[in-house]
């Protein structure tokens, strides 16, 4: 069924805007008024409330700062007079403890910052409507099983003979109910995906790393063939393991950890915490919550933030650190200068056993250099080098970049013996060790 036809139920889906701000109010009006909502509108908490009470309402967008009764109050009072309908939180910035408490009492559905994107905007309202939908198809079938099972009850003696029929109808009603339980989980993990996006949003373009991480842990689900609750489990973990970063200052949120002053330091080993809390209201996200709360720490015991190790650590959080480091490295997020991708994978091969579980470190190399087409640690023509191994005649199959990020070398340069010597001395100058990716002809190769 296409998400258009799950929108026109025999009555258009009623959508109640709540802000104090008029011009916020007519703005989302503009927005709506092409879609198939019957769209009501209120400048306060206490009218939402009066309108709420005069018919049902599919769902409510509110703002979180209005005066009187705020976002996070309203909607926990829908919650508790009005369970069905839909709640979505609108803020104007990034307060954790508005969040965290419009999820622990509102139990909200989204959260959106503002200025919202349009298109994302109607998406979410969409999506949302399409899982109230489904919900109440749910419930329809599931009260539909209850009737067929009484009705079977009370004429068992007189249908003998529809026994056949009866059990393929009631098989087809519980296939139905799968299908329909099934649908629910995946738009569960969609939304989780989406909402990544818009956190995300808050970080400049090269630093957002929600998405490569989601798709390199679904390559990594599918190399060790797990079922389709875990890689669930594992995808929503992905999606939201650094939720709990929200709260931080836009220049701590694009700065390396590892030149965090002191009391950023604390703040950033609390995310992984931070990040579980806002989550464990949510029953659905409970189990991705805990790979969250333990995906930086260490197979030595010196992670954060409970310093479990080894087997102690869940599973899936060795995968999910895996993949979390592998992209931030490379983003700038772990240390000063950004590495390519087979820097970061030598990195993590130097770590296997101290940062990282030794056993997952080989296949979740094969993973990478199976789905990213840059790597070449894998390759055997490709071999990493110090500058002192170098030879004239070997061709250069990365960039080379100084510690500070400038480039030296392009990749394809054929090296001579005065540009091997220069290499030298330029990195005894700098007090660097490079790594260097080359071909070695085989001329070259008979010679070492």
């Known amino acids: 069924m296409e998400e258009s036809q799950l929108l026109e139920p025999a009555q258009r889906p009623r959508v109640l805007l709540v802000d104090d701000e008029e011009s916020i109010l007519n703005s989302l009006k503009r927005l709506l008024r092409s879609e198939p909502y019957e769209v009501l509108l209120a400048t306060s908490g206490t009218r939402a409330l009066e309108i709420l009470a005069q018919g049902p309402v599919d769902l409510v967008i509110s703002d979180a700062r209005m ?72 419930k329809r079938l599931q009260q539909l099983v209850l009737e067929h099972n009484q009705q079977l009850k009370s004429n068992n003696a007189s249908l003998e003979r529809h026994v056949a029929s009866r059990t393929a109808e009631l098989q087809q009603t519980a296939d139905m109910l799968d299908l329909a339980y099934e649908a629910l989980k995946h738009s569960y993990v969609t939304a989780t995906e989406v909402f990544s996006l818009l956190a995300n949003l808050r970080l400049p373009a090269d630093r957002q790393t929600n998405r490569r991480v989601i798709e390199l842990v679904r390559a990594c689900c599918r190399k060790h063939s797990l079922d389709e609750a875990s890689s669930r489990d594992l995808t929503m973990a992905a999606a939201l393991y650094n939720i709990g970063k929200l709260s931080w200052s836009d220049s701590m949120l694009s700065a390396p950890a590892d030149l965090l002053r002191h009391t950023d330091q604390t703040r950033y080993r609390a995310y992984p915490e931070q990040s579980e809390s806002v989550l464990m209201a949510l029953e659905p996200m409970q189990d991705a919550a805990r790979l969250i709360l333990a995906h930086q720490e260490r197979w030595d015991g010196s992670g954060f933030p409970h310093r479990l190790k080894g087997e102690a650590i869940p599973w899936g959080a060795r995968l999910l650190k895996l993949a979390v480091d592998y992209i931030e490295l490379q983003c700038g997020l772990i240390l000063e200068r950004r590495m390519n991708s087979d820097e970061a994978l030598l990195f993590i091969r130097k770590y296997a056993g101290r940062l990282y579980d030794p056993n997952l470190v080989e296949d979740f190399v094969q993973v990478c250099a199976t789905c990213q087409s840059d790597v070449t640690v894998d390759d055997p023509t490709v071999k990493v080098l110090g500058t002192r191994e170098l030879q004239a005649g070997m061709v250069l199959r990365r960039n080379l970049n100084a510690d500070n990020g400038m480039l030296l070398l392009n990749a394809g340069k054929l090296l001579s013996e005065p540009l091997v010597q220069k290499l030298i001395a330029f990195e005894a100058m700098e007090g660097a060790c490079y790594n260097v990716f080359v071909s070695i002809p085989e001329a070259a190769g008979a010679v070492i």
């Open 67 to 138: 005066p009187g009764m705020d976002g996070a109050a309203l909607l926990a009072r829908v919650r508790e007079k009005h369970p069905e309908t839909r709640r979505i939180l609108l803020t104007g910035y990034a307060d954790l403890n508005t969040i965290i408490k419009a999820v622990n009492e509102g139990r909200i559905h989204q959260y959106l910052s503002k200025p919202w994107n349009d298109e994302e905007l109607l998406l979410i309202l969409r999506q949302s409507l399409a899982h109230q939908h489904a919900e109440r198809e749910l």
